[in-house]
């Protein structure tokens, strides 16, 4: 994990003493405080999910209530101890756990829903329900969230709306800042501001909500969430195909959304790197749904209401794309189990890059035709490097990308034995200042993090820099608000 090296812990901050620790006792029960003069006693909270990030925490808070929170941010206000506040820690860019001594705010027990209502389906929940519990709740109600996400069995709803999480069906449902109609927020100095009973439309002055969604926990502290959900679909399809090129992939993708139009609801596309890594992970529990290896694949589904009129149009979609050799190879699933199967060769790929002792992760938007090229780029970057490649002495395993065509969004991850500044430094700022080149983003759904604080200026303005520190010292006056991070 990371050791900050090249960073100072800020003298602004006051360290953790006996009379703070009181304090908390004396608001909280007893099962709500976490406290270990030994850090690596609280492993789970403060290391993140790819091992990469390690933090030095000896306290986690967990309040029950709203109220206790808000009590703890004003107290941590007035001491000046820097929070950070921790969902699901499913985060990828290092901003969900401490970079020092910060106390971990758990989310965790702020987990209830508080209402659904079927006929407009607006659901509101406490922003620590696991977005699998929210889901599962609401397809017993007709519905389910309108995003979905490999790490849904562990992130939270508050935690995807505090990084934006954008996920495998933003194509059909859209980002978080249209679907979510209020927050519930506890500001640094313990103020509550909510907007929970916001409508569907509401145009009374500024729309203050967005200033938290995507703001990574550097502004306040999201404890509740009102959300637009959707109706549960009927039927639903998946096909897993296999194309012969990166130009295939966009023709297919032009080719489905004009003829699987309004049922089409995720477009994934992966490269053949990427499903030779997941299956060194995963084909002992999960065949492989094709007998050959293809340069890329694509993974379609469709939701809709009919499963005659979805079969046909599915169908037919396929014959002519095989027919016409854009598609060389592929599957549909023929049942519920086959379907997640499918999935699975898409969702496991973080995970499969990850294993393998360290992943250098980038998460970017480019223009559709420049998707790929940023993954050609680092393989032949690493390959003049004589730095990848099968044989163990060979520090990077593979550079592999996948993602979400349908959003202009590409996943590179280079996995690698384990982590090494070396490898860092051959890639950063190297696949910045590419995707800046090209007009693309840094961050396209993950943020930034700690891991791409240095590099915000390659996708922003000075001027909106500014403008984003002016509203950082207005609303967080002693920066107790996960420090160290992109701002
Ligand atoms: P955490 O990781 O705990 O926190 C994330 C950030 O939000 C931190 O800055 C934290 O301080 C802040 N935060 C958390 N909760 C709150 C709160 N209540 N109030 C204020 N700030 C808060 N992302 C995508 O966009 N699309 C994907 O498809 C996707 N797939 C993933 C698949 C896997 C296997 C994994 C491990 C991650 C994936 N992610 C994806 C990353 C994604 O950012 C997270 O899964 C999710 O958004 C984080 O939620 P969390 O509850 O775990 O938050
Ligand atoms: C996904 O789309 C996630 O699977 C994770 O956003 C991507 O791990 C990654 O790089
Ligand atoms: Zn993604």
């Given at each position: ?9 800020s ?39 790819m ?14 209530s ?47 829903i ?18 699998e519990?929210?889901?599962t ?8 969230f ?46 509550i ?9 509401d ?12 703001a ?13 959900t959707?109706?549960?679909p ?23 959304k ?6 089409l ?20 529990d999960?065949a ?34 095989m027919?016409s050799?854009?598609?060389?190879d ?18 496991m790929?973080?995970e ?10 980038y ?31 060979k ?46 983003s ?22 909106e ?6 509203l ?16």
């Open positions: 994990a990371e050791t900050y090296s090249d960073i100072q812990r003298a602004q901050f006051k360290t953790l003493n006996s009379d703070d620790l009181e304090y908390f006792q004396s608001i909280l029960a007893k099962n709500e405080i976490i406290h270990s003069r030994d850090p690596s006693d609280l492993e789970g909270y403060n290391e993140d999910w091992r990469k990030y390690r933090g030095q925490s000896q306290l986690v808070l967990r309040p029950k709203v109220e206790h929170l808000a009590l703890i941010m004003n107290y941590c206000n007035e001491q000046k101890l820097a929070v950070v506040p921790q969902g699901g820690n499913t985060d990828l860019v290092g901003a969900s756990v401490p970079v020092f001594d910060e106390i971990v705010l758990s989310l965790a027990n702020l987990n209830k508080r209402s659904f209502d079927p006929v407009s389906g607006i659901l509101k929940c406490d922003a620590g329900v696991i977005l519990t929210a889901d709740y609401l397809r017993e109600n007709g519905h389910i309108p995003l979905d996400l490999g790490a849904k069995g562990s992130c939270h709803v508050g935690g995807v709306c505090a990084t934006n999480a954008g996920g495998l069906r933003l194509l059909r449902y859209g980002s978080l800042h249209g679907s979510v109609l209020g927050l519930e927020v506890v500001m640094p100095n313990g103020e501001v909510s907007s929970m009973d916001a409508l569907r439309k145009n009374t002055g500024y729309d203050l909500k967005q200033l938290f969604i995507g990574e926990g550097t502004l306040g502290v999201i404890t509740g969430v009102s959300i637009l959707q109706p549960l009927k039927a639903q399809n998946v096909a897993f195909l296999a194309v012969k090129d990166y130009q295939a992939v966009q023709d297919v993708f032009v080719k489905a004009g003829e699987l139009a309004e049922i609801s995720a477009f994934e596309f992966m490269d053949k790197r990427s499903i030779q890594l997941t299956k060194r992970h995963i084909e002992k999960t492989f749904p094709l007998e050959e290896e293809y340069p890329f694949y694509v993974l379609i589904e469709t939701s809709g209401s009919s499963k005659t009129h979805d079969d046909e149009k599915l169908e037919t979609f396929l014959e002519s794309a027919e050799e854009l598609v060389i592929g599957t549909i699933a023929q049942d519920k189990t086959e379907l997640q199967n499918l999935w699975k060769w898409r969702e790929i973080p499969s890059s990850q294993c393998q002792g360290g992943v250098y992760k998460d970017v938007s480019l223009p559709l035709k420049d998707l790929y090229s940023l993954v050609t780029a680092v393989n032949e970057r690493l390959a003049a490097k004589d730095l990848v490649g099968a044989e163990s002495e520090p990077v395993i593979a550079a592999v990308g996948y993602g979400h065509v349908g959003d202009g969004n590409l996943h590179l991850n280079v996995a690698t034995r384990k982590y090494s500044k070396e490898i860092e430094e051959v890639l950063e700022p190297f696949v910045y200042e590419f995707v800046s080149q090209k007009k693309g840094i961050s396209a759904e993950h943020g930034l993090g700690f891991q791409k604080k240095k590099y915000i200026g390659y996708t922003r303005s000075d001027a820099i500014n403008m984003m520190k002016d950082k010292k207005h609303y967080d006056p002693n920066g107790i608000m996960n420090p160290y991070k992109f701002i």
